[in-house]
C-alpha cells in the first residue's frame, strides 16, 4: 500500500502568509496527486488535481507542485477563507490520504 | 449544477447492517465512476469503496472487504453501499464523491454532504 504523509499537522500562520504544506509518498506516484481543503462540518473540495493543475472556481494563490515522492502545496497570501485542514491524496494505485495539516490563525 | 444528497445513515448495533444511498444529479451518471469515502469524528479521510460509470467493477479497501457492497442503479442516479457486519470502528461521516472518469482511478471532483453512522450498542 501507498502511504502519504503531510507535514506540518498543524500550522499556524496570519492574513497575507506564504503557507507551504508538504506531502511525501512511501512509493513513487508520478504526479497522480491531488490537494484537498475541508471546514469543520463541510465535505472535502477539490483544489488541485494531477499535483500542479488548479480545479476550475479554485484562486489562483493556490499552487500545487511535485512529481515522484515529494509534492507541496503552497498558498501565496494566506486569506481568512483559507483557514481549514488539507488533505493530499495519490490516485496511482488506489487512493491514499495524507493524514492532514490544520493551518490555523496565528 | 452537480449534486450528490447522501441518505440511510444513522444508529446500529454492533453486527447490525446499513444501506447508504447517494443520489446524484446534474451530470450523466452513468459517465462517472463513483466512491465512497468516510472520516471518522476527529479523524482523516480514508477511501471506502469504488465503483465503474457500467457498474462491472468494484474496488473495496481491505478494512471493509467482504462486509462491504458497493452497487449503483444508473436508472434511478443513485450510488450505493450495504454495511453489513458493522463494526464500532466503521463509525464515521460517509462521503460519496464523484471520480473524474467512467473507470475508476483520478481525483474526486465533486463530494456529497456526508452520512453520518453510528455503531454503537
Known amino acids: 500500500d501507498i502511504q502519504m504523509t503531510q507535514s506540518p499537522s498543524t500550522l499556524s500562520a496570519s492574513v497575507g502568509d506564504r503557507v507551504t504544506i508538504t506531502c511525501r509518498a512511501s512509493q513513487s506516484i508520478s504526479n497522480w496527486l491531488a490537494w484537498y481543503q475541508q471546514k469543520p462540518g463541510k465535505a472535502p473540495k477539490l483544489l488541485i488535481y494531477k499535483a500542479s493543475t488548479l480545479e476550475s472556481g479554485v484562486p489562483s494563490r493556490f499552487s500545487g507542485s511535485g512529481s515522484g515522492t515529494e509534492f507541496t502545496l503552497t498558498i501565496s497570501s494566506l486569506q481568512p477563507d483559507d483557514f481549514a485542514t488539507y488533505y493530499c491524496q495519490q490516485y496511482n494505485t488506489y487512493w491514499t490520504f495524507g493524514q492532514g495539516t490544520k493551518v490555523e490563525i496565528k | 449544477e452537480v449534486q450528490l444528497l447522501e441518505s440511510g445513515g444513522g444508529l446500529v448495533q454492533p453486527g447490525g447492517s446499513l444501506r447508504l444511498s447517494c443520489a446524484a444529479s446534474?451530470?450523466?451518471?452513468?459517465?462517472?465512476?463513483m466512491t465512497w469515502v468516510r472520516q471518522a469524528p476527529g479523524k482523516g479521510l480514508e477511501w471506502v469503496s469504488a465503483i465503474s460509470g457500467a457498474g462491472g467493477s468494484t474496488y473495496y479497501a481491505d478494512s471493509v472487504k467482504g462486509r462491504f457492497t458497493i452497487s449503483r442503479d444508473n436508472s434511478k442516479n443513485t450510488l450505493y453501499l450495504q454495511m453489513n457486519s458493522l463494526r464500532a470502528e466503521d463509525t464515521a461521516a460517509y462521503y460519496c464523491?464523484?471520480?473524474?472518469?467512467?473507470?475508476?482511478?483520478?481525483?474526486?471532483?465533486?463530494w456529497g454532504q456526508g452520512t453520518l453512522v453510528t455503531v454503537s450498542s
Open positions: 446534474g451530470f450523466t451518471f452513468s459517465d462517472y465512476a
Open positions: 464523491a464523484r471520480d473524474g472518469a467512467a473507470a475508476p482511478g483520478l481525483h474526486f471532483d465533486y
